[in-house]
């Protein structure tokens, strides 16, 4: 039975403003003395519980909501009431809340943004404010904030453009940095870049919450991306931003264009990239093959999809493989299918990979085509086009290798290429599935595949709890290369470690991270215990603390 710790906090809130306090609130669980102390006595009931005694509640009173939308409000009442029980909630039931807290429910979240609104979390800054960024800042956060999500909302998870209601992506995101990777709630700040939306529903929507114009673009865009990032440099100088779910036309401009600026990264490009990696490496040492004994096609020629393809072909160079040899094992598949040299419409970002077309093909070479004729073993999904992955593709897959490596990474779970009991069903059980949102087991011969579900949050948490542990100014490539191959290391037997175990799984990787840092130079040079030392001293679990004045 757990009450509080030994541990003082200093607190100089009082009342009805500390049960409003959604990190200091403790709600019943407030002891006989502070209730004094604090004057809180009368405006709580008078049994004092313990912390298991309102996990008991909130257990039961979870399992009472009726469907998807009412068991992601309850956590988001809860997480806004008392932020140490929420946390403390979900890693106890990590595989039963996660879903709600992130995808897939978070998706039908977003879309119900505006109907559905009743607290404000993060900060929202609209185009026409971008003078008054720092101002904005200041209000959303009194205390030196160590993780930034920052979204523009023009293209969530496989949704596209839902505006203001891709806040619920940072929203969730900078929760999964404090459950999985022990950064301390007062010290994640989600944000909303309203730039508007092209959402012709939202735009006629009399409910809808956002800037009611048109998207900003070109030169509009990256001023008032120009002056966020200043700000965020001047009010928040140590904080790690993460930029998600940016259209496919800004997601990598944005990131170069910044990522030597200000502490950040791309987790729809780096992030993705990385779990991806990781999926591959555990997956091929199921196999007993390596990377550059594959044929690669990804399908998919968004952010996502080209930053997979190209931190492959990276990740190759960096284990020796020359650029051309590396390049030509990875197909990238767009809209006009197989992108290849002299295409009518290759784009100047997919010329890179673009391949020499095949002798008796048409226009567009589809994936059926390309798998069959470039004898594919690996299959990547990035593209958000529901069954995208055809019976024959997949057969065609099965007879190019004994174990071909499928990964419809789509999400939510409306969005995904294909259904893992249809790809284990049309290879005869030879495939190594991995997805992007959950899937139950899947029932095959008399055999029980469990689904790995390649998710980003195995790779983001970790690298803000390494950023909160160590003073650092940039997050090159090979820091998530580290990070890939550090999950590959222990995930085995299983494609990807349980839920259960990512906070250790984050800590593991953090200190890979600081590790490969400290070697090049980029940290000063630290044993690994010092390693060790400075990620436990800050990352932080969900126990209440004895409170003083």
């Known amino acids: ?98 879903p709600y807290i992130y995808t897939p429910v978070v998706g039908e979240a977003s879309l119900n943004f505006s109907l559905g609104y009743h607290y404000s979390r993060g900060i929202y800054i609209p185009f026409e404010k971008m003078d008054e960024i720092e101002l904005l800042l200041r209000n959303a956060a009194k205390s030196e904030i160590e993780v930034i999500v920052a979204t523009d909302g023009g293209r969530i998870l496989g949704l596209g453009d839902v505006g203001v209601g891709g806040m619920t992506i940072p929203i969730g995101k900078t929760s999964l940095y404090t459950l999985f990777g022990g950064v301390h709630p007062s010290k994640v700040l989600p944000v909303f870049l309203d730039v508007g939306t092209d959402n012709d529903v939202l735009l006629k929507d009399p409910l809808y919450l956002g800037r009611k114009k048109h998207r900003k673009s070109g030169d509009d865009y990256y001023e008032f991306m120009d002056k966020f990032v200043t700000a965020v440099k001047k009010v928040f100088p140590k904080a790690l931003l993460q930029w998600e779910d940016l259209l496919g036309i800004h997601a990598q401009k944005v990131l170069d264009r910044y990522r030597n600026e200000v502490l950040s990264f791309n987790d729809d490009i780096q992030g993705t990239s990385s779990i991806v990696l990781a999926g591959l490496l555990t997956a091929l040492k199921m196999k007993g093959s390596s990377l550059r004994d594959e044929n690669i096609v990804v399908f998919g020629g968004g952010a996502a999809g080209l930053g997979i393809a190209k931190s492959i072909c990276a990740y190759l160079v960096y284990n020796g493989m020359n650029e051309t040899q590396a390049k030509e094992k990875i197909c990238v598949i767009d809209r006009y299918g197989l992108t290849y040299k002299g295409q009518d419409k290759l784009r100047p970002e997919h010329e890179f990979f673009a391949k020499e077309k095949p002798a008796n093909t048409g226009d567009e070479i589809n994936l059926e085509e390309t798998v069959k004729l470039f004898k594919t073993t690996i299959l990547i999904g990035a593209s958000a086009q529901k069954d995208a992955f055809s019976q024959k593709t997949l057969e065609n897959l099965a007879n190019n290798t004994s174990s071909p490596i499928i990964f419809p990474l789509s999400n939510p779970d409306s969005k995904a290429e294909a259904t893992p009991e249809k790809i284990i069903n049309a290879t005869k059980g030879s495939a190594i599935v991995a997805t992007g949102t959950a899937f139950p087991d899947v029932h095959y011969g008399g055999k029980t595949f469990h689904i790995g579900q390649c998710n980003n949050v195995y790779i983001f948490p970790a690298m803000g709890l390494f950023t909160t542990a160590f003073d650092i100014k940039t997050i090159p490539d090979e820091f998530f290369y580290i990070a890939g191959e550090t999950l590959a290391e222990i995930s085995p037997p ?20 600081a590790r490969y840092a400290s070697q090049e130079g980029l940290i000063p040079k630290l044993t690994d215990s010092q390693i060790q030392t400075a990620i436990d001293q800050v990352f932080w679990e969900p126990k209440y603390n004895k409170y003083i004045k």
């Open 1 to 98: 039975m757990e009450n509080s710790e030994d541990k003082k906090v200093k607190v100089d809130v009082s009342g009805k403003d500390l049960l409003r306090n959604s990190v200091l609130n403790k709600g019943s669980a407030f002891p006989e003395e502070e209730r004094k102390l604090f004057n809180l006595e009368g405006l709580l009931p008078p049994h004092v519980s313990c912390i298991d005694e309102q996990l008991k509640r909130r257990q039961e009173n979870f399992h009472k909501c009726s469907d998807n939308l009412a068991k992601y409000n309850f956590l988001t009442d809860l997480q806004n009431r008392n932020e140490t029980l929420f946390f403390r909630f979900c890693m106890e039931n990590v595989n039963e809340t996660l």
């Open 494 to 513: 299983l494609l990807f470690p349980k839920f259960e175990h990512l906070r250790t799984a984050s800590k593991k990787i953090a200190i890979a991270v």
